[in-house]
């Protein structure tokens, strides 16, 4: 079956303007996370969707940041105004619903890269 | 602030040898998992290992885990050039839904 994909899998913008990320989870799985990689550093937690829920966005850097989910399916993560710390890679996570010994899977990332 | 922190930050080896990564943390966790990446994209699950498991083996992968001394070690035995990658540890908080807390990784090299 189809893993986690996301689109586009490298965007180029400049500054100040917007972007939007998108996420297509395996089909089935409720939980699903969003999660932002700098140059050489571990994974930031953004935010966590339980179907079309977000529980959870103290991960969002700034109110510049947003992200839904419809259908308990595809997410699209917003950024507006990008700024030149915004450049990162961008990955999406979903699993089966939220349980303490769920894996997660991740998509392959979209690098963003501001100017 | 990250939760967890790999030891060492890079490793270099020879194939066949063993790589032992370390990782400590800082609260509680419901678990604390593995996970491999090449070249900056795509993360691969390695192996998830809850709080009230002390060691999980999966081929030639073997995770130990030290609650005491929030602690969690992965060692890869024999490795390959295949191997080489970078290595997060991730940790679930207790009372948490699985949001992961990533450390920053060990890059690890195997030469062939």
């Known amino acids: 079956g189809a893993g986690v994909s996301q689109s586009p899998s490298n965007k180029v913008t400049e500054k100040g303007k917007d972007v939007e990320l998108r996420c297509d989870p395996i089909?089935?799985?409720?939980?699903l996370y969003w999660y932002r990689q700098s140059l050489g550093q571990g994974l930031e937690f953004l935010i966590y969707?339980?179907?079309?829920?977000?529980?959870?966005k103290s991960g969002l850097p700034s109110d510049r940041f947003s992200a839904e989910r419809t259908g308990g399916s595809v997410s699209t993560l917003t950024i507006q105004r990008t700024q030149q710390e915004d450049s990162a890679v961008y990955l999406c996570?979903?699993?089966?619903?939220?349980?303490?010994?769920?894996?997660?899977?991740f998509g392959p990332g979209t690098r963003l890269t501001v100017l | 602030s990250q939760q967890g922190e790999e030891d060492p930050q890079a490793l270099s080896i020879q194939e066949g040898e063993n790589a032992t990564m370390n990782c400590s943390y800082k609260?509680?966790?419901?678990?604390l998992q593995w996970y491999r990446q090449n070249s900056g994209r795509g993360l691969v699950h390695l192996i998830l290992i809850r709080s009230n498991e002390r060691e999980k083996h999966s081929g030639r992968l073997r995770v130990t885990l030290d609650t005491s001394k929030k602690s969690s070690s992965l060692l890869i035995t024999a490795s390959r050039a295949a191997d080489t990658a970078s290595y997060f540890c991730a940790t679930a908080l207790s009372g948490g839904y699985n949001k992961l807390i990533f450390g920053a990784g060990t890059r690890l090299a195997v030469h062939p």
């Open positions: 609260t509680s966790i419901n678990n």
């Open positions: 996570a979903s699993s089966f619903e939220v349980a303490d010994y769920n894996e997660q899977f």
């Open positions: 969707f339980q179907g079309n829920s977000a529980p959870d």
């Open positions: 089909s089935g799985h409720t939980a």
